[in-house]
Every structure is written in C-alpha cells, then in structure tokens.
C-alpha cells in the first residue's frame, strides 16, 4: 500500500462519519457551528496522529492481554497533554469544546485506528493513517457544522449572511441528526460513483 493511499483512505474509503459511523458523540454535540466542528476535528487528528505514533513503537512489547489498557493510558496522555495546552493557549477554544475534549479518550475513531492500524504497522504508516483519518474526521464535522450554522442560524464562521434568525431546530439535537443522516446518505451515494 503506497504511503498516499494510506491518507486518502481516511477521506473517502474509510472515512470515520460517513462510512465507518464512529465518534458520533463529538459529532452530533459540538457541531453546532463550523468553527466548533472544525476545532474538535482538529483536536481530535492531534491525539490520533500521536497516539498512533507510540502505539506502533510500543504495540511489539505489550502483550495481548493488555494492549486495549495500555492503548487507553497512551491515548489519555495525549488527550491531557492537549487539554492543558489549549487551556494555555486558545481558552476560548477550550471553553467551547470543554467537556468533549477529555472524551476524545473514548473516541471510537482513536482506539479503533490504535488497535486495527496502529498496533499492527510501523511508525511512519501510523502517522499517516492518523493524518488521513484525522483530515477526514475533521472535514466531515466541518460540513456537518457548516450545514447546521447556515440552516439553524444563517451564518457561516460566525459571519452571519442571511437576515433572520434561521431555524433553531438546527442548532440544537434534532437537527444534528437530521444533518448527519442526509449527509451520510448524500457521502454514500457519492462515493459509489
């Protein structure tokens, strides 16, 4: 498998929202904007591409009977090494996403990829199965985000570019649901052509 192939596999083929349908409460609770679904993605690719990392170098000196644990420890330092770095620097950012930034340790997409991926492959392949899951991850809530913001209240990056107040169903769970079914259904179709 070439080293590209390895990154656009997360995009399409094996995207986590639209075709694997993992990590789904990040996705339905913080996509409520676009700037929201596009920071959570982003926090979520940085644990993923570290994790995958030492997974890799560590996954041939742990035995079987503890990997899933050991993952779990690896994946948890990553996410508390994130938490206080964007407490540090984007408080902002930290303040919106808050609690799902610790659940990222429970993310299905980052223990999933640890154990059929990263746990199986070197380094370098692990990094970059970690960029093209994370690069899919994140565009996925970015577009979820972006429909939701432009639907439920007529602005796009908190630029707001239609009169009104838009559709407050949007903006709250029903419409992350619905979002989420109509673009999945539109992804799947896409991408059988």
């Given at each position: 498998?070439?080293?590209?192939?390895?990154?656009?596999?997360?995009?399409?083929?094996?995207?986590?929202?639209?075709?694997?349908?993992?990590?789904?409460?990040?996705?339905?609770?913080?996509?409520?904007?676009?700037?929201?679904?596009?920071?959570?993605?982003?926090?979520?690719?940085?644990?993923?591409?570290?994790?995958?990392?030492?997974?890799?170098?560590?996954?041939?000196?742990?035995?079987?009977?503890?990997?899933?644990?050991?993952?779990?420890?690896?994946?948890?330092?990553?996410?508390?090494?994130?938490?206080?770095?964007?407490?540090?620097?984007?408080?902002?950012?930290?303040?919106?996403?808050?609690?799902?930034?610790?659940?990222?340790?429970?993310?299905?997409?980052?223990?999933?990829?640890?154990?059929?991926?990263?746990?199986?492959?070197?380094?370098?392949?692990?990094?970059?199965?970690?960029?093209?899951?994370?690069?899919?991850?994140?565009?996925?809530?970015?577009?979820?985000?972006?429909?939701?913001?432009?639907?439920?209240?007529?602005?796009?990056?908190?630029?707001?570019?239609?009169?009104?107040?838009?559709?407050?169903?949007?903006?709250?769970?029903?419409?992350?649901?619905?979002?989420?079914?109509?673009?999945?259904?539109?992804f799947n179709k896409l991408a059988k052509k």
């Amino acid at each position: 498998m070439s080293k590209f192939s390895i990154i656009t596999r997360g995009l399409v083929k094996e995207n986590p929202t639209f075709v694997l349908v993992l990590g789904m409460c990040p996705t339905l609770a913080t996509t409520t904007s676009a700037m929201n679904g596009l920071e959570m993605g982003l926090a979520t690719m940085f644990v993923l591409i570290l994790s995958n990392i030492v997974i890799s170098l560590i996954a041939p000196m742990v035995p079987d009977k503890v990997h899933i644990p050991v993952y779990i420890v690896v994946i948890a330092t990553f996410v508390t090494v994130l938490q206080l770095l964007m407490q540090a620097y984007v408080p902002q950012v930290y303040a919106t996403l808050g609690l799902f930034i610790p659940l990222i340790v429970v993310n299905c997409i980052v223990l999933g990829r640890a154990e059929a991926f990263a746990g199986k492959n070197g380094a370098l392949d692990s990094a970059l199965d970690g960029i093209g899951i994370g690069i899919g991850f994140t565009l996925s809530l970015t577009v979820i985000g972006m429909v939701r913001e432009i639907l439920g209240s007529g602005s796009l990056f908190g630029w707001k570019f239609l009169a009104g107040d838009g559709i407050l169903a949007f903006v709250m769970a029903p419409g992350a649901f619905l979002v989420l079914g109509y673009l999945l259904v539109l992804f799947n179709k896409l991408a059988k052509k």
